[in-house]
């Protein structure tokens, strides 16, 4: 398959010297049209389809999709639109929320371990473990609540963290679970204009809580704390793509892409029949017959 012209500029594979201000948060590579984009998705939504079904019936590599992003930078819609094409089962989404006590009592990967694709199948993450280098970062006071011993909260505390998941990742990654991180980003300007629409359009008023606005006091912090997570965790086994999200037309299109080029990489296939296989069909033909 040639590559797409949508992905390589957005990957980071090696997060040494990474900056996020190299990446704009409006480009769209040249591409213009929303149309064009929406036809590209619609044919990229039938390939994806069709090598979903081939991992689904192969069974040996499993696919683990992650989204972070700032509030409404469109995780949930690019997510619905991306995946409208595949078998419900081979995919499972999961959503991570504030912790509850039980995954308080437990390290930091306890909860999304468990949740991670059985082999044939797309695990997406929406949020995921590095929230624990993100808003816990922003926010100091939640990780008072994880009832860590003292001794082990230092000033490194965030390298060791970066530490511990790039060892967890390299783990999955030989162990069959391919990892494609997206963090899309979102303007300020942009986050603001769909904020209001959000509390404009009363269809729109559930998404928006006051929590949401309050947030954005810590924007500078959380755009030190993206760059900061990219720069140590990206790798050539597991990395991120810093996809624009300012229009959410050429987010889902480059999202796709990325997702397609990594499962072609696989050059998947359906199982083959052996000899013992054709001789229980040919049974069964004489059995139906």
């Given at each position: 398959?040639?590559?797409?012209?949508?992905?390589?500029?957005?990957?980071?594979?090696?997060?040494?010297?990474?900056?996020?201000?190299?990446?704009?948060?409006?480009?769209?590579?040249?591409?213009?049209?929303?149309?064009?984009?929406?036809?590209?998705?619609?044919?990229?939504?039938?390939?994806?389809?069709?090598?979903?079904?081939?991992?689904?019936?192969?069974?040996?590599?499993?696919?683990?999709?992650?989204?972070?992003?700032?509030?409404?930078?469109?995780?949930?819609?690019?997510?619905?639109?991306?995946?409208?094409?595949?078998?419900?089962?081979?995919?499972?989404?999961?959503?991570?929320?504030?912790?509850?006590?039980?995954?308080?009592?437990?390290?930091?990967?306890?909860?999304?371990?468990?949740?991670?694709?059985?082999?044939?199948?797309?695990?997406?993450?929406?949020?995921?473990?590095?929230?624990?280098?993100?808003?816990?970062?922003?926010?100091?006071?939640?990780?008072?609540?994880?009832?860590?011993?003292?001794?082990?909260?230092?000033?490194?505390?965030?390298?060791?963290?970066?530490?511990?998941?790039?060892?967890?990742?390299?783990?999955?990654?030989?162990?069959?679970?391919?990892?494609?991180?997206?963090?899309?980003?979102?303007?300020?300007?942009?986050?603001?204009?769909?904020?209001?629409?959000?509390?404009?359009?009363?269809?729109?008023?559930?998404?928006?809580?006051?929590?949401?606005?309050?947030?954005?006091?810590?924007?500078?912090?959380?755009?030190?704390?993206?760059?900061?997570?990219?720069?140590?965790?990206?790798?050539?086994?597991?990395?991120?793509?810093?996809?624009?999200?300012?229009?959410?037309?050429?987010?889902?299109?480059?999202?796709?892409?990325?997702?397609?080029?990594?499962?072609?990489?696989?050059?998947?296939?359906?199982?083959?029949?052996?000899?013992?296989?054709?001789?229980?069909?040919?049974a069964a033909r004489r059995t139906l017959d």
């Amino acid at each position: 398959m040639k590559p797409s012209p949508f992905v390589k500029p957005y990957c980071v594979t090696a997060g040494k010297g990474f900056r996020l201000k190299d990446f704009a948060p409006d480009d769209t590579a040249g591409l213009h049209s929303k149309e064009k984009a929406e036809e590209l998705l619609r044919h990229g939504v039938t390939r994806l389809s069709e090598l979903q079904e081939e991992l689904y019936a192969q069974g040996r590599w499993s696919l683990l999709l992650i989204f972070q992003a700032m509030d409404a930078a469109g995780k949930d819609g690019t997510i619905k639109h991306v995946m409208s094409g595949v078998n419900p089962q081979g995919c499972e989404v999961v959503s991570f929320k504030v912790p509850s006590s039980q995954e308080l009592d437990h390290d930091f990967l306890w909860r999304t371990t468990r949740r991670l694709p059985e082999r044939g199948r797309i695990g997406i993450f929406n949020r995921s473990y590095y929230e624990e280098t993100l808003v816990v970062r922003v926010h100091p006071e939640l990780l008072a609540r994880q009832k860590l011993p003292p001794p082990l909260v230092t000033k490194d505390i965030w390298k060791e963290r970066f530490a511990d998941i790039n060892a967890f990742e390299r783990y999955l990654s030989r162990n069959g679970v391919l990892i494609r991180k997206f963090f899309l980003q979102l303007s300020r300007k942009e986050q603001k204009k769909r904020f209001l629409a959000r509390l404009d359009v009363p269809e729109k008023n559930w998404k928006f809580s006051l929590a949401d606005a309050q947030e954005r006091q810590h924007w500078p912090a959380y755009m030190a704390a993206y760059e900061d997570m990219i720069r140590h965790t990206a790798t050539e086994h597991a990395p991120w793509y810093v996809v624009p999200a300012d229009h959410k037309w050429f987010t889902r299109l480059v999202v796709a892409e990325a997702i397609i080029e990594t499962l072609d990489s696989l050059r998947l296939g359906y199982p083959k029949v052996d000899e013992a296989k054709r001789k229980e069909l040919a049974a069964a033909r004489r059995t139906l017959d």
